[in-house]
């Protein structure tokens, strides 16, 4: 996401890096390059104008001390407006209800239906709470099918009364919730290809009769700026208290994520990153601007880790390679838990100054982590304790095994027996692993 506007933001920033002064005249080019970047992005026209100015103003009117640099205050103004634009703060859910009710709203074939799936897995980690799933959408074909399948993967129940009243339904579904100690219900309603009035009835009359602390409005970023009229549309009659922006992931421009809090004061508060389930993260404006200018986003890479990564195994294997004793089991148990964090490369585009080191393009390929996991699992519980014993008759077996060639073998225990020798240099060098 936002990769053709951060690419561009930065080339214009690094040009002024070297400037001894601000000026109107050497900043100039600049502000052109970044208005024609966040223009090319889709970012509201209006949006666009505001901004620019406001930062040339800062940037012209701003005493710069004698400890910073002129390039470095104009960064900075740079990210602190950008993070005004996106919002300013981030903006939390309200769960104060018992149960706290979640109602969902959007146009058909905005993700609505997933984007629920993945509120109610993001809110069970997050708050270790009880959520119930509710299928309103009783006009669009398999929607209540859909529902009941997403239920299955998460292992979270759905309450349906197949093609009932949507209203009844969704207060059935509170009372079943009280009676069965639910802490959130999640109510999925129906959308449509526009916004028409019998829809935006119903919706109006289910949020009447069931007071939901949350009416989240689903909209795909893929939409553009079509999305500020749909969220406007929505707004006048519903009191929407935040979107989420779905398939963000696959639009590198990300000019809806600019526009949307400025033009209609809703506040964003959760981003869809991937297809997956656990695809779904809050969002937090600073951070945002940070990725965007290439200052990374550790926080949230730490945040993923806590979620993903087991802590008590981490510090056996961190222990293990301090004493030279990792083997290839403890490699592939490490490997496991890395994967829980989701596609490398998305990680890695987190840590600051990625894009100045290559690692914002690298691509790692998932059959090449399944190569590794699969030659490892092909090997004896001796072999994987032992990786010094595999010579060539092993290799062949091995490779045979996995159905991978002899080189990718040998290829693998070179990189494990070169990653062994770093390991014990470091520890040698200050008697601890640098984490």
Same mark, same amino acid.
């Given at each position: 996401m936002f990769e053709s506007l951060g690419d561009r933001l930065q080339n214009a920033l690094h040009k002024i890096k070297g400037y001894g002064k601000i000026t109107e005249e050497n900043i100039g080019d600049m502000m052109r390059e970044i208005r024609l970047a966040l223009l090319e992005a889709d970012v509201n026209y209006q949006v666009v104008k505001e901004f620019t100015q406001t930062v040339k103003e800062k940037a012209l009117g701003e005493e710069v001390q004698k400890s910073i640099k002129p390039g470095d205050l104009f960064v900075k103004i740079v990210k602190d407006e950008l993070t005004e634009l996106l919002g300013g703060e981030s903006v939390p859910l309200h769960l104060n209800g018992d149960p706290a009710i979640l109602m969902l709203v959007g146009l058909q074939g905005s993700g609505k239906t997933?984007? #629920?799936?993945? #509120?109610?897995?993001?809110?069970?980690?997050?708050? $270790?709470?009880? !959520?119930?799933?509710? $299928?309103? &959408?009783? /006009?669009? !074909?398999?929607?209540? &099918?859909?529902?009941?399948?997403?239920?299955?993967?998460?292992?979270? *129940?759905? /309450?349906? *009364?197949?093609?009932?009243?949507?209203? &009844?339904?969704s207060k059935h579904a509170i009372s079943y919730a009280k009676e069965n100690g639910y802490d959130y219900v999640l109510v999925d309603t129906a959308g449509r290809l526009h916004i028409d009035l019998d829809l935006m009835n119903e919706l109006v009359e289910m949020e009447q009769e069931i007071h939901p602390q949350e009416v989240l409005l689903v909209i795909d970023a893929m939409m553009g700026q079509d999305a500020i009229n749909v969220i406007t549309g929505f707004n006048e009659k519903l009191p929407l208290t935040g979107v989420i922006l779905t398939k963000l992931d696959g639009d590198t421009r990300g000019g809806v994520a600019l526009s949307v809090r400025h033009l209609t004061q809703v506040p964003i508060k959760f981003i869809g990153v991937s297809e997956k389930l656990d695809g779904l993260d809050s969002f937090d404006p600073e951070r945002m601007a940070g990725r965007i200018l290439g200052m990374g986003d550790i926080v949230s890479l730490v945040e993923k880790a806590q979620e993903a990564i087991d802590e008590k195994e981490a510090e056996k294997t961190a222990k293990k390679m301090q004493q030279g004793k990792f083997d290839l089991e403890d490699f592939l148990s490490t490997l496991k838990q890395i994967k829980k964090l989701g596609p490398l490369e998305n990680l890695l585009k987190l840590i600051p100054g990625a894009s100045k080191m290559g690692l914002s393009n690298i691509k790692i390929p998932p059959k090449q982590m399944a190569h590794i996991e699969a030659i490892i699992l092909s090997m004896t !519980?001796? *072999?994987?304790?032992? !990786?010094?014993?595999?010579? $060539?008759?092993?290799?062949?077996?091995? $490779?045979?095994?996995?159905? #991978?060639s002899v080189q990718e073998v040998n290829k693998l225990l070179q990189q494990f027996d070169q990653m062994k020798k770093m390991m014990k240099q470091i520890s040698k060098g200050n008697g601890r692993l640098p984490f």
């Open positions: 997933t984007a #629920l799936g993945k #509120l109610a897995n993001f809110l069970r980690k997050k708050h $270790a709470k009880k !959520p119930l799933l509710v $299928a309103c &959408d009783v /006009y669009r !074909p398999a929607a209540i &099918d859909q529902l009941i399948q997403i239920g299955k993967q998460l292992n979270v *129940e759905v /309450y349906e *009364e197949g093609k009932g009243n949507p209203v &009844d339904i !519980p001796l *072999e994987r304790k032992n !990786p010094e014993i595999i010579k $060539a008759s092993r290799k062949t077996r091995i $490779a045979k095994g996995c159905g #991978l």
